[in-house]
């Protein structure tokens, strides 16, 4: 009997949770009712919609990043005041969730639509563009999701109001939920709460800390989606990531199973074991995407699955700078090992400058004693709550040069087909004269370098081998270098005096070298007692100079991510020009791929998550919520390796960015690495985003071929790693000039991907190359291939085309479309670079060609 009044407990839990049959999904303009990717049934919204005048359209165009038709390629086109009269049950709360793919669909272009959307009385969007948003993000659709405080009415009614143009919708999502949410403290006002149990409120960020991407299939019954956090940690020191042992079982106990799933409660993210580095920096995740005027419910999830008493682990939670929570002790709190818990705060986000963004910060609770100096965390949710009945936000601004740059490309197409016309008579004699040039510059460029060869070493962002075409910086002007950088820079970064720098690096001695770059030397070096570091000192007679290194500040001064170097602080005294990084255990990529002594320790599968890790790095850079910076100098020894292989992009000086952009291009001086320059940006002296893409795809073939993007000792069409990759991968023998420690290691179908996806990266004109968003997934869906192989699973299955392998497609594509949208924006405004001489910049612009046939 006991028995069976259990599992009427459990089932009645269950249903609460899920409640499929109390939800409703809506595919709006299906005319009949269709599966999406993940098997689940939308039905046509006809029948619910009142009102106004509105069509079912089906979009002319698919995106290739969707992987469903359902519900994101058939519309609802309302022209005017429309109302959808959705049931729902009285005093439950609800997701609701609303997709949109700005698409045209017939006449109607998405990127004239501006509308509002309310629920019921409470304002979801307001002048609301879909278009500008998915491009702000860059992504081809989004997902907005909003939990409904319970309400006493058995209907919601969800109105669509046209402003411009017209309103659309592609799905409709209405679930419903337990209810979660309770009375929160404000932060800072210990007397006021925030009732959550009857507030509307928006997702603004669902993470999985420490742990991976999580899809709606996997949730705790809620069809919730949970993002890695590695995105959004700031700082040189990222913690480390924890997981549970296998035989450690969740323990839910009081707490309900749907709060969130066992995979975000079985890993975490912590300090570290060290106590004096943990007492020396906080563990800190920056949000962007923040509402000001708004107050904000942070849910963070937490469960000790390594200790097991109190005291053993106490730290300090803030929040902007707040502190939030003192003496923070997860198993005090929750009971026991393996026990999961959650706390939920409310901040208010004023509106003033540096408001946009929102900090979560840890740190040790060293006035408590504990016996481990340590913090750690297994999730966050953030959700905006709405203000007199409003959730709705301003769109998102794409950068100047992202929209300046699609009018170049729409203008460069309508050009080109009259060019072709005209060009064909003049291309004869041009083409003549360019060959000329090109052999002349060649032959001056060889005879200038002959039996020269670099002996950089790079551990961290130097210039060696960059051949940049560029002036001499006076020596006068290093003494007050840092007095033009911007307070926000000199803020962010730690001003070392000469006296440290030289006591760090034992007065620079010279067994301390780990690189020489156009810069000057690369030191290693001690600071804080203990913490390694790599110290750039300028050299009174480098070509870079000034400019150089107030850029690399400037630049690194606002961006924080995993996959980026992180620059510590700098020194700017004496006539000394220093730089201070993180230090780089494996040194540059390079140097594991060809003319060193390293052991050949890079396994295909290595390649490609050092790879990955630096798109996110470029990506990262591209995607600015103010503006796209341009790296200009994407290279092997520019990507360097910690001593856990997590590739991090560096050398910043000649990066591009802020109000320069906004002409959709760089008119520029031609700077960058022979061998990886793109060749629409030497004809045009035009940088753009796509500059980077080429030369990624230049480093995509030195990782798989592990041979340099230029060798002048190999026969002439062999010398361009580019154009010798491109001819092998056209004509289909690739295989013979792969790495030979590779071969018969590479599954085929992980190879074809990957040189697909540099044989892209490498087209001739930028609008044909992918983004880095496009890169991302191609290179995660080549590890997946490449896991499967060694996992044991075999071509077989993928051929087969299993539910399984569908939906980890989807979960890539979730997690590449995520990382579109993940960066913190530099606002650095930075000064025109040195302009050189006539002759130099055409040298530099021709010797990149060595095939005299051109491209």
Known sequence: ??????????????????????????????????????????????????????????????????????????????????????????????????????????????????????????????????????????????????????????????????????????????????????????????????DAKASNMQTMYRLNVGGQYISPTNDSGLTRTWYDDFPYLYGAQSGVTNL??????????????????????????????????????????????????????????????????????????????????????????????????????????????????????????TETKPEFFDALLNGIEIFKIEASKNLAGPNPQPSEMLVKNEQQQKTFQSKTSHAQVIGGAAGGAAAFGIVAALCIAVYQRKKRFSGTESHTSSWLPIYGNSHTSGSKSAISGKSNASSHLSATAQGRCRRFSFAEMKKATRNFDESNVIGVGGFGKVYKGVIDAGTKVAIKRSNPSSEQ??????????????????????????????????????????????????????????????????????????????????????????????????????????????????????????????????????????RRQQLTEKSDVYSFGVVLFEVLCARPALNPSLPKEQVSLADWALHCQRKGTLEDIIDPHLKGKIDPESLKKFADTAEKCLSDHGIHRPTLNDILWNLEFALQLQENMEGGSGHSSRRGGSSSDEGSLRDQQNMAMHYSKLSLGSESELGNEDSINEQSNTTAIFSQIVNQKGR
């Open 244 to 365: 549970a042992s296998a035989n450690i079982k969740i323990d839910y106990r009081d707490l309900p199973g749907y709060v969130a799933p066992a995979d975000v409660y079985s890993t975490a993210r912590s300090m570290g074991n060290t106590k004096e580095i943990n007492l020396n920096y906080n563990l800190t995740w920056v949000f962007q995407q923040i509402n000001p005027n708004f107050m904000y419910l942070v849910r963070l999830h937490f469960c000790d699955f390594h200790y097991s008493k109190p005291n053993e682990i106490v730290f300090n939670i803030y929040l902007n700078n707040q502190t939030t929570q003192s003496g923070a002790d997860v198993i005090g709190w929750s009971g026991g090992k393996a026990v999961p818990t959650y706390k939920d705060y409310a901040v208010y986000v004023a509106d003033g400058k540096g408001d946009e963004e929102l900090w979560l910060a840890m740190h040790p609770a």
């Open 545 to 682: 100079g000034v400019h150089e290194f107030q850029t690399e500040i400037e630049m690194l001064s606002e961006l924080r991510h995993k996959h980026l170097v992180s620059l510590i602080g700098f020194c700017d005294e004496e006539n000394e020009m220093c730089l201070v990084y993180d230090f780089m255990a494996r040194g540059t990529l390079r140097e594991h791929l060809y003319k060193s002594n390293k052991p050949h320790d890079l396994t295909w599968k290595r390649r490609l998550e050092i790879c990955i890790g630096a798109a996110k790095g470029l990506h990262y850079l591209h995607t600015g919520a103010k503006w796209t910076i341009i790296h200009r100098d994407v290279k092997t020894t520019n990507i360097l390796l910690d001593e856990h292989w997590v590739a991090k992009v560096s050398d910043f000086g000649l990066s591009k960015t802020g109000p320069d952009l906004s002409t959709g291009h760089v008119s520029t001086v031609v700077k960058g690495s022979f061998g990886y320059l793109d060749p629409e940006y030497f």
């Open 1 to 194: 009997m006991s028995f069976l009044v259990f599992l009427c407990v459990i089932l009645n839990a269950f249903h609460g949770a899920n409640a499929d049959s109390d939800s409703l999904i809506l595919g709006c303009g299906l005319e009949n009712s269709a599966k999406d990717g993940d098997g689940r049934s939308w039905e046509s919204d006809s029948k619910y919609i009142t009102g106004g005048n509105s069509v079912s359209v089906r979009a002319q165009y698919q995106d290739p990043s969707l992987l469903s038709e359902t519900p994101y390629m058939t519309a609802r086109i309302i022209t005017s005041k429309a109302n959808y009269k959705l049931p729902m049950k009285a005093n439950k709360r609800y997701w609701l969730r609303l997709h949109f793919y700005p698409a045209v669909y017939g006449s109607n272009n998405a990127e004239e639509a501006y509308f509002n959307v309310i629920a019921n009385d409470i304002t979801l969007f307001k002048n609301f563009s879909a278009s500008l948003t998915c491009k702000a993000l860059t992504q081809a659709y989004i997902m907005r999701e909003y939990t409904l405080a319970p309400s006493t009415s058995d209907s919601l009614s969800l109105t669509f109001e046209p402003v411009a143009g017209f309103a659309f919708v592609n799905g409709i999502e209405l679930i419903l939920i337990p209810d979660m949410f309770d009375t929160v403290t404000v932060i800072g006002f210990s007397d006021q709460t925030i």
